[in-house]
C-alpha cells in the first residue's frame, strides 16, 4: 500500500490543524493504521493509531485529549486531528500501515510509510 500524507503547516501554539493520508491499494481496509513523528535530532515515536475497523485507538500519553485519529475506509484514508498545540508537537508527521506493535507499544516499524509531512508549532 502506498500512502501520501497532507495537511501540515505552521500554526501557533493552541491552535488546531488537520492532517490526512490518503492510501493507495485493495488492502487497505484490512490493516491498523498508525501516525509517528520525528523530531530534529529525536528518534522517531509513535503518536496514535486505529485498528482495520476503526473499534480502537491507541494514542501516546503525550497527545491524549488533545489529537484524535480517525479513518474512512470507503476513502481509504486516516486522519489526525490535532487540537491545543504546542511547540513540542513540532516535528515531521508520517503515516504507517500496519505499524508494529511489540511489548504493549507500538514500533517505527511499518509495512510502508508515507513521504511525511512537517508541522511547526509556534510559542
Known amino acids: 500500500v502506498q500512502l501520501q500524507a497532507s495537511g501540515g503547516g505552521l500554526v501557533q501554539a493552541g491552535g488546531s490543524l488537520r492532517l490526512s493520508c490518503a492510501a493507495s491499494g485493495r488492502t487497505f481496509a484490512t490493516l491498523d493504521m498508525g501516525w509517528f513523528r520525528q523530531a530534529p535530532g529525536k528518534e522517531r515515536e509513535f503518536v496514535a493509531a486505529?485498528?482495520?475497523?476503526?473499534?480502537?485507538?491507541y494514542y501516546a500519553d503525550s497527545v491524549k485529549g488533545r489529537f484524535t485519529m480517525s479513518r474512512d475506509n470507503a476513502k481509504r484514508s486516516v486522519y489526525l486531528q490535532m487540537d491545543s498545540l504546542k511547540p513540542e508537537d513540532t516535528a515531521v508527521y508520517y503515516c504507517?500501515?500496519?505499524?508494529?506493535?511489540?511489548?504493549?507499544?507500538?514500533?517505527?516499524?511499518?509495512?510502508?510509510w508515507g513521504q511525511g509531512t512537517q508541522v511547526t508549532v509556534s510559542s
Open positions: 504507517a500501515a500496519d505499524p508494529t506493535y511489540f511489548s504493549g507499544t507500538f514500533q517505527a516499524s511499518a509495512r510502508s
Open positions: 486505529v485498528t482495520w475497523s476503526g473499534g480502537r485507538k
